[in-house]
Structures are given as C-alpha cells and as structure tokens.
C-alpha cells in the first residue's frame, strides 16, 4: 500500500474551530465538495483525526462491505481504497490551505465554481 498510517498522522494540525466553521461555511455557498470515489459526509468539518479514523476504517474493509455496495463487481476494492486515500490527503491538504487562508488556494476554488 502507497499511503501509510504514518502519513496521514503527519499531516497538518488543526486550524481553529473558528477557521473551520468559516471556511466551511464559504466552501458551502460555493457548493465545493471533494471528488472521491467512496463517500466522505462532512468533509469540509474534517480534523486531523477524522483523517486517521478514515484511514483506519478504509484499511480494514472488507469486499463484502455495504462501502463497496454500488461499485461493479470488477472494480479491485484494494485498488479502490488506495484511490480514496491519495484523494483525502490531497483534498485534506487543500483544506488546510483554504482554511489557513492561501490566496492560491482559494484561487483554485474561485476557479473551479465560479468562472463556470
């Protein structure tokens, strides 16, 4: 497996709970909400540890897991974790930014939502 335990535990600490209810809150009016394969409710509300409580949960599915419910029979489950995984980190890692108030960071997100 590419993405490790340890990796998402060094991922960046917390911002503020303020920070997060307000990036939470504009990220909404935006409509942003991360493209991942398996579900993730509440992603933009996301701590450090949500991350590693993912992790863990998304390493020990098992196939016959109702998480893999509307995937066809020929997607790799395995395949389909490590996917997911490398999606949170990158989604997480611009949430820290966005949350942090990265002028290109939220550039992206003006990008993407609103010159459509």
Known sequence: MQYT??????????APDSDIERTARDLKQHHWEPLLLLQAPDFVHW???DMIDEFVRLTHL???D???SHLSREDDVE????KQLGML???YEILCELRS?????WDLVHELY???
């Open 66 to 68: 109702e998480t893999f």
């Open 89 to 91: 980190i990158y989604y």
């Open 79 to 82: 395949d389909i974790v490590e």
């Open 5 to 14: 335990l340890e990796m998402f535990e060094q991922l960046s600490d917390d």
């Open 47 to 49: 701590k450090k540890q």
């Open 101 to 105: 108030g990265d002028a290109e960071a």
């Open 62 to 64: 098992k196939e016959d």
């Open 114 to 116: 609103e010159d459509d």
